[in-house]
């Protein structure tokens, strides 16, 4: 059974930072791509950030310069730093695992940005 669970989200205030956490279980964690999306509300899914199995990293345009992604395999879990937070960085965030003939996400962790 696959798993992938995320946590490290609350609530923030503008300018202030963040580390999310995702945790896999079930799969071949070095194996895949690894990557964090978010979803506001009434608004599409957009990536956030990847990385892939040997550290190349994207970012979505409107966090370069703010958040980074790391991987570490040994402990199957990737991180999101977020430094330097918005309000319209609000959303929920989702981890999400792509391999080569499958895909997971996990349940997702909310991040409220707000004085």
């Known amino acids: 059974q696959v798993q992938l669970v995320e946590s490290g989200g609350g609530l923030v205030q503008p300018g202030g930072s963040l580390r999310l956490s995702c945790t896999a279980s079930?799969?071949?964690?070095?194996?895949?791509?690894m990557g964090w999306y978010r979803q506001a509300p009434g608004k599409e899914r957009e990536l956030v950030a990847v990385?892939?199995?040997?550290?190349?990293?994207n970012y979505g345009d409107s966090v370069k310069g703010r958040f980074t992604i790391s991987r570490d395999n040994a402990k199957n879990t990737v991180f999101l730093g977020m430094n330097s937070l918005k309000p319209e960085d609000t959303a929920v965030y989702y981890c999400n695992a792509k391999g080569v003939q499958s895909g997971y996400w996990g349940q997702g962790t909310q991040v409220t940005v707000s004085s």
């Open positions: 990385i892939t199995r040997v550290g190349s990293i």
């Open positions: 079930g799969i071949l964690f070095s194996a895949y791509v």
